[in-house]
């Protein structure tokens, strides 16, 4: 079964600072999709970034970019020039074909003005 | 911009009833799911939904639970006789295709009293 796994179950930041979320996960599938999804506290799950295990290449979108390492099974998102708006639960998640996504238990993100 | 509803936000609903959580995913959209998230607590996949069955379940999704597209757009989720424990935000999603992501509704409060 496919397990992610997220070690930190908050950080902080400092506003305009950087801050990088931790995930890993566990599949025996060489074809995989991976997700950042951001839930405020309006409780909607908001993309944030997406990765395909068979791209090389990090995903980044605008402030937001991943470290994608998939010998060690890792996903971590770095999120740069962190704003107050960035304050919100972060989940990882795993998704394989058209099977249901797996999510982190996720990192609550604390931004300091 | 195309978005996932559900209805209703809030449903408060007594012990031993039965609820019908409602989601009308995106019009194109061929999957769809139901997750679920207790109060703090990571996001938890229930059902995934292709071609008018169910094509995975979790452990979680027992006899109690069932899912229905009735009608082409609507898809809900049924919970009979809940139980306290059920009290939770229940998340509907949809993706177009087995590799992009899943676009969640806003989710529906279920409180159980």
């Known amino acids: 079964a496919q397990t992610v796994t997220q070690s930190q179950p908050e950080m902080s930041v400092q506003e305009a600072e950087t801050v990088t979320l931790s995930c890993t996960y566990d599949t025996s599938e060489s074809d995989y999709y991976l997700f950042w999804y951001k839930q405020p506290p309006s409780r909607q799950m908001i993309l944030v970034i997406r990765q395909e295990a068979y791209k090389q290449q990090n995903a980044t979108e605008n402030r937001f970019s991943v470290n994608f390492q998939k010998a060690v099974k890792s996903f971590s998102l770095k999120i740069s020039d962190s704003q107050l708006g960035d304050a919100a639960m972060y989940f990882c998640a795993y998704g394989y074909n058209n099977n249901d996504m797996r999510f982190g238990a996720g990192t609550r993100l604390t931004v300091k003005p | 911009e195309p978005e996932v509803t559900q209805t209703p936000s809030h449903q408060v609903t007594q012990m031993g009833q039965e609820v019908i959580l409602r989601c009308v995913p995106i019009?194109?959209?061929?999957?769809f799911y139901w997750y679920r998230q207790i109060l703090g607590q990571k996001v938890e996949f229930l059902v995934s939904?292709?071609?008018?069955?169910?094509?995975?379940k979790s452990e979680i999704f027992d006899d109690q639970f069932s899912v229905e597209r009735p009608d082409g757009s609507n898809f809900t989720l049924k919970i009979r006789s809940t139980k306290l424990e059920d009290s939770a935000m229940y998340f509907c999603a949809s993706r177009d295709r087995e590799d992009t992501e899943a676009f969640f509704g806003q989710g529906t409060r279920l409180t159980v009293v």
């Open positions: 019009s194109n959209h061929l999957y």
């Open positions: 939904f292709y071609n008018n069955e169910i094509s995975e």
